[in-house]
């Protein structure tokens, strides 16, 4: 009798065990915490932190476990390693974060071979999301921004003539080549394109700059990595009278990164950006977001677009793991739930495109202006809406593949 | 008894013990068997380390090659991860554009690219010394660098070349996630290179790259080739440097330019300073040491981790100055010194 | 006729961007050429005393307010004071020691002074407020010269003058340049080298703590400061010669300006022309222009 009733008791908890069991869910997030680029991931990394802190009850009786690694330096090396391993010895479910866009190109065998989704936070080379089916992006593609700006600086800001000023890597081959596809397409004509070195030191712009200003196009559209680089190209900008001399500044939104906007001082008044957020962005879930973020990080802490990204990024996570339960240790599952996935997050209205995988964002014309209290802003002079990367539409290069 | 017959005893004797001294060093004795073994025990105890493993066994490989023509012929180059860089995109290439991925055949061709551009730029460079010689081999690397980013169609420029599928080893072993067949090829192929490397170290060339190190103008001034050698030397090294190249794409599937960074060059020379120079192993030592307590530190500290890392190269200058291995050498003589009554 | 007038303003635009370049690529090397010439000290942790001088100008002006230029003396004097208990009780104790031991100690400080600024500042990179007579530039009709890098090529100017005068005018600077020659003559003379060396350094790492403090302004100041700048800085070093003034001088101008002409008038060649110069001077003068064999 008594056997009996054990084994009852035991059935019955195994039941209601199966049932409504607790999942911690491990997220492995990789973003590079040291070395020249901190800045970047530490952006990324507060937007992840806040939204875990402000939503982790949101999952409940789920929870979530999240493992920080150092991405490394942009070799693709030490974020295989590193994420490799929490694959196989930390057993996370999901890896995300990613802030270089060769970690995820190397990690592109791997997350295949181990079926373990990969959401990208920031990484923006195009044809990333075409190398495995178990990657997603949740930020963009460096074309998102930069085709669109082609044919509203031609349509829009009278730009018939524009050169392209860009850091010689491949953001800045591919933003320059999307600009100018989009460009060209719309009538304009390309003067002239300038590469301006490599990533990791801040040139000296000025003599990139002056050859421009001699050259007197109607417009110079200018990447760089976003961080240190655009207030030198502010200032360069500046020093040298451009606006003045009529040559007009635009380019994608990493020109004028929200968290150093106010160093930037007169010299950025009039620049143009095509970009998926800004902090001046007039929606209730920026508003509400700006607000968390100066609560926990002070009011001289910005988020930017990369915080934006990882903020919607972490939201896309915990919506799959709403979806699923908590159940998400098939990887494929758990990419299908996320394909269609959509929200109105910071940057306004974003969607996963089913058919790739990346992000489908809305694209604002922003310029910059001295609001009256003083400080600097961004207003939008013009959207696009839910913008799809037109590398993989257009099939261009290896986006074809 | 004439002198002269006292004297002629005394040389020959002093022949033969110095024949024998060069002799005993060159079998093998038993602490040399510490590091492979180890090796093959952290495949059993760590099985789930074996991706990093095979990180730090190219390392090693790498640092080896270093120490042929730092810690043996004496010269401090900057630009060693030039030919790390050549080695790993000849197996790139071969893979990505010529649909060549046999492994162990591209090794060879990756040895055979690194050393011949050894060969070239050694015997114009290796006519300098000291700061002349670093920034001269440091530029060198990075106008390769460079070069590979103009021509990024060919190189994936910053973005590499991604998806290097390598065949399966000896066509039967294919690559795993863990990662194990992985660590037990990069494993086999620094027992080949160690033992091809030992046996440069304790011959007769050996013992001239020793002397070049400690007295050039002796060497010069006994009719040795100084020269030849050391580009033979460097040349060597190369080859090696462009073997771990090779397999470090090999065991990536993946390759971008910044395998030719001033860091890589910067990093594997200060391994091997940690380990210790001219002794072979102190390769082993550093590469190891450094690798698992940068990997130790940036887990407990993602941000912070920079800081533990300098403070054991500050201590072990401060209190290891052989190098680590130095310190082991020192700590095993004490303990033999002790068991002499 | 229109085409001379415009080579004109295309070579002073070169000469001008380049000059202001060289004197601050002048001004953080010229302590490493003395200290390496002078010391046989190899010591990669310049690049970290630029830095601290950076940072203490950023904390100088934002927090407390202090103007600029006061700001750039202050952190001079002070990084110079701090590296007095360095060169005492850390580095001569490796005078002796082989060029790698140095190697490794010193690139051991960089390190550990890069995660100590990011502990304390942050990794976000820093700006630093200038004043109204800064900012802006010199309109001199056929081009607009900034300011700030007007600034830097006067203040470069009267640098170069102090320090001339101060080596071969004086006692000091005589007794370093005999120290620099020949020690052991030196010492045998009576020059006491000990102090000699302590003071050199810390007027070179003062001097580095300038460049850091000029650098924000060009470009910007993170934690990484330290050694993603330190390879120019050997470059200029190595392309001068040990321990000549005269030679950083030289080294940073043809550096400077061969840098901003390639990247004015060949920018696809890029980073190509600072190197492919270095190489071709040290193929020819192994020792710098002005080092000794």
Known sequence: MKFLGWLGCAALALTVGGTAQAETVKIGVVLPFSGANADLGHQVDKAFDLYVKLHAKDLAPNTVEIIKRDEGPPTGAVAKTVTTELITNDKVQIVTGFVFSPSAIALAPTITQAKIPMVIANAGTAWITNLSPYIVRLSFSMWHPAYPMGAYAYNKIGCKTAAMAYTDFPPGKDSTEAFKTGFEKAGGKITDSIPMGSPVQVPDFTPFFQKVKDEHPDCMYVFIPSGAHATGVMKAYGELGMRKAGVKLIGPMDLIPDNKLQDMGDAAIGTIVMGHYAVDLNNPQNKAFNEAWHKEYGKDSYPDFMSAAGWDTMHAIFDTIKKLNGNVSDGTKFVDAMKGWSTDGPRGHVMIDPATRDIVQDEHAMEVYRKPDGKLGEKILGTTKAVKDECKELKVGRCGS | MAASDTESAARIVARERAADYLVSRHRF?????????????????????????????????????????????????????????IGAYTAGLLIARLGYSEPISTLFAAALMAGLVGVITGWFLLRYRGLTLLMLTLATAIMLQETGNLRSDLSGGYDGLPGLTISPLFGRFDYDLYGHVNYLYVLGVLAVVFYFVRRIVYS?????????????????AIGSPVHRRLVTVYAIAAAIAGVAGALFTQTNAYVTLTVFDFDNSAKVMVMLILGGTGRLYGAFVGAVVYMVLEDYFSKLSPTFWQFGIGLLLVLAVLFARRGLLGLFEDAGRRLSKRKKP | MGLVPHFAIIAVSILFDGLAYAMFLFITSVGLSVTMGLMNFVNLAHGAFAMAGGYIVVTLTRTLGVDFVPALIIASVLVGLISIPFERYLYRRLYKATDLEQVLLTIGLAFMSIATFTYFYGPIPKSVPLPEWLQGDINLGFRNFPSYRAFLIVLGAFLIAVLWYGFERTNIGAKIRAAVDNRRMAESVGINVDLLFTLTFAVGSGLAALGGGLAIQLFGLSPSFAVIYLVLFLIVVAVGGLGSLKGTLLAALVLGVFDTAGKYLLADAGGFFIYAVTVAVLLVKPAGFYGRE
């Open chain 2, 204 to 220: 007769p060339f050996g013992q001239a790259l020793t002397g070049i190190r400690e007295n050039v103008r002796r060497m010069h």
């Open chain 2, 29 to 85: 004795q038993w602490p040399e068997a510490l590091p492979w073994l180890i090796a093959i025990a952290a495949f059993f105890i760590f099985p789930d380390r074996m991706t990093f493993g095979g990180q730090v066994l190219i390392m090693v490989l790498f640092a080896l090659s270093l120490d042929l023509i730092l810690g043996y012929a004496g010269i401090v180059t900057l630009g060693h991860a030039a030919f790390f860089g």
